[in-house]
C-alpha cells in the first residue's frame, strides 16, 4: 500500500534524502565513520555545518548582517530565549493568532521585566483568520512585534508581512519556512523548528540581524543569542546528525530549483486541495478564504461522527496522519515541501469517492 | 585502512547499531516511514520512546521513584537547568574535579539566588586526582551536591561515590554512563549527553528522584523538570530519531549481557592501554593511579614535540582523534562502550613501535 503522510510534524522528508541518509550512514564519504559518530570540531564536520549554514543563506537570500543559528529546544524554548535576550526591561508587541501564538505570548509573559502587550487577536472566531496589523498599532519604542507567519494547527498564514515601521518584527516560522515569499530583510529574528520543512526534529533554525544579539549576557550561555552566536552554534555539541540532514534537504532544494520552485509546486499542491473542497458539498475549510495557509490545511464536513467515518476509512487507505488538531477537529493536511503532489491527487480522489458514497447532507 | 575513533564524544557507535538503522532509514518495520517522519504523538513512535526509557530503567535498575527523561541542550544546558530547578533560595555544593566541573559551577553562580559553595577541587594539581569528600564537608541544609562522575578531559572518574548523608548527590554522568557500577539509588539526579556511550548529540539524559521534582513553576516549561515529567518527556517535539538509535543501543548493550558486562569490557580495554603506559619509559599517564577513568584516558611523552610526532603518525595509521584536549596535551584515548578492543590492541602495538623507534629519552 501506497502510503501518504499528512504529518504537521515531524513530517514527510524527501525520500532521495532518506535514500542518500541511508547509503552513506554508516560509511560518510568513506570515512570510515557514521557522521553520528563524527566530532564536532572535526574538519569533517564542520565541513557539514558550514555547507548547512551555506546552502539556507542561498536559499532564503538572508543578508550578510544576520547570524544562521542551529540550536535546541525547538520553537518552544525560542518562545522564552527570545524575550529573555531581547525585550528585558522592555515592551514586546505579540499578535495572537492561534495555538502556537498563544504558547509563545503565555512564554514572554513569564519572562521576569518584559511587558507583553497582545496588539491584535482573531481569538474572537476561533484563530480562522490573520488579525490586519498597521504601523499606528505599534509603539515604536517596543523591543519587537511577534507574529507567527503560520499557525500549524488553525491553518492561516500571514500572506505579506505587515510594515510595522523600525521595530523588528520575530517570526515563528516553523511551519512555513521555505514555503514563503517573505524577505529575510523584513523581519529582525526568525526562528523555526526543523522537523517541518527542514529536516528532523531536534535542530532549530535562528536567524537573527546582528544588531539585535545581546550585549548583556544571559544567566545561561546556551541561552544567550551572543554566545551562540560567537562561537557559530558550537559553545557545545550541536545535534550534529540532524544537522547533517537538514543539509541533505538544502541540497535537494537547491538542485529542484530553490525556494522560488517549491513555492509554485507547493501552491499547486494547496490549490488542487482547497479546489477540491470548495467544490465540495460535504467538506468545508473553516478558516477565512484570503488567510489560507499552504502548508496545513484543515478541513471539516461540520459533523463530527462523519469526519470520525472519514478519518478511519482514510488512515485505512495509507493517509496517515490526517486526523485534524483536536482544537480545530475534522481532518488536516499538512502538505511541506517533501509531500508529494501524487499525495494530495489521491486524497482528493479520495474525497470525491468517499462524498459520493456519503451523500450530501 | 581501518579507522579506530578515540573521540571524546559525539563518539564511536556500535556498529549492529548504525547497521540496523540503515536497513530501516528509509523504511521503519514496513510503515513506508522513516524513523525521522514519524508523529512524536504516533503510536508507533510512542513505543519507541517507552521502549528506550524502558530498556534503560533495566540496564541501569532505575527504581521507579525516579523519572527518566529525553531533553535537549546536553550537560550545558543542565548546568543551568540544575541550580534553576533546585537550588533558588538555597545553597547548592559543587566539586571542582576539572574542566566540566567548573563549566557546571559558573553556571550554577550565574542563577539568581542560588549561594553556590565549592567544597572541594583538585585545581591545585590541574585536575589530576578526585579530592576527598566526607560527610563533615556537607552543610546538611544544601539543595545538593554536585559531582562529575568521571572528567572527560582530565581522565579522572569517581571510583565510589562519597557518602555525603541526606544531602541528594547530583551527578554528570556524561561520560561514564552505562560505563559504572554506581547505584542510581545514590544520586538525587543523574544527567548525561548522549554522545558519549548512549547515541548521537542532540538528546539528553536525565533522571530525577521525584521528591526532587520542583513545585513552582520555571519560567519556561522547557527548562522545567516538572513540566517535563508530567509531560513524559513531550511537552514539545523531543529529539525522535536521537531517541531512537539510543534505543537501538539499549538493545545492543542488553544483548551483549548489560551494564555489568560492558563494564567489564571497558575495564579490559582501559587495563590493555594503562598497562601499556605504565610498562613504557616514554608515556605516562598525567592522573593519580587510583582516581584514572576507564573511558577517557590521556597519556603524554613529556615532550611536545614527540606529542606531535606520535599524533601525526597515528593519524595516518588510522587512529582518529587521538590528539589531547589542549589544556592537557599529549593524547587522549576514549574508549568508551562501543569502542572495538581490537583497536585499544592496535593502539598498544603502535605505542610500542612508535617507542623503539623514537628511542629512550
Known amino acids: 500500500m501506497t502510503v501518504y503522510n499528512f504529518s504537521a510534524g515531524p513530517a514527510v522528508l524527501p525520500k532521495p534524502v532518506l535514500e542518500k541518509a541511508q547509503a552513506e550512514l554508516v560509511n560518510y564519504q568513506g570515512s570510515e565513520m557514521s557522521v553520528m559518530e563524527m566530532s564536532h570540531r572535526s574538519s569533517l564536520y564542520d ?43 522592555k515592551k514586546a508587541l505579540y499578535v495572537n493568532t492561534g495555538a502556537w501564538a498563544k504558547k509563545a505570548i503565555s512564554a514572554a509573559k513569564a519572562v521576569a521585566g518584559v511587558d507583553v502587550e497582545v496588539i491584535a487577536s482573531s481569538e ?14 505599534i509603539d515604536q519604542d517596543a523591543a519587537y512585534v511577534h507574529i507567527t507567519t503560520n499557525e500549524t494547527i488553525g491553518g492561516i498564514a500571514f500572506q505579506t508581512i505587515p510594515d510595522v515601521g523600525d521595530v523588528p518584527i520575530v517570526a515563528d516560522m516553523s511551519s512555513n519556512i521555505l514555503a514563503n515569499d517573505y524577505n529575510v530583510e523584513d523581519f529582525g529574528l526568525i526562528y523555526a523548528g526543523a522537523q517541518k520543512n527542514i529536516g528532523p526534529s531536534g535542530v532549530t533554525v535562528v536567524i537573527i540581524r546582528e544588531d539585535l544579539l545581546n550585549e548583556e549576557p544571559i544567566f545561561s550561555p546556551m541561552l544567550d543569542f551572543a554566545v551562540q552566536a560567537a562561537n557559530d552554534s558550537l559553545y557545545n555539541t550541536p545535534p550534529t546528525y540532524a544537522i547533517y540532514i537538514a543539509k541533505l534537504v538544502f541540497e535537494w ?7 522560488q520552485e517549491i513555492l509554485k509546486q507547493d501552491r499547486d499542491k494547496a490549490q488542487l486541495l482547497y479546489d477540491a473542497i470548495d467544490a465540495s458539498q460535504l467538506f468545508k475549510s473553516p478558516v477565512n478564504q484570503a488567510d489560507r495557509s499552504i502548508t496545513n490545511i484543515p478541513f471539516i464536513t461540520g459533523d463530527e461522527a462523519l469526519d ?54
Open 124 to 137: 474572537d472566531q476561533n484563530f480562522t483568520y490573520i488579525p490586519e496589523i498597521t504601523k499606528e498599532m
Open 308 to 361: 470520525k467515518k472519514f478519518n478511519q476509512e482514510a488512515l485505512a487507505q495509507g493517509f496517515q496522519n490526517l486526523k485534524g488538531h483536536r482544537s480545530v477537529g475534522g481532518m488536516r493536511a499538512s502538505l511541506y515541501n517533501a509531500f508529494p503532489k501524487e499525495g494530495v491527487e489521491a486524497l482528493v480522489a479520495f474525497m470525491k469517492k468517499f462524498e459520493e458514497e456519503n451523500g450530501e447532507r
Open 253 to 259: 532544494l537547491k538542485e529542484l530549483g530553490g525556494t
Open 47 to 89: 565541513q557539514i555545518i558550514k555547507d548547512a549554514e551555506q546552502l539556507l543563506r542561498e536559499l532564503m537570500a538572508i543578508p550578510d548582517n544576520y547570524k544562521v543559528l542551529f540550536l535546541q529546544g525547538g520553537a518552544s524554548l525560542q518562545f522564552s530565549m527570545i524575550p529573555l535576550n531581547l525585550a528585558v526591561g
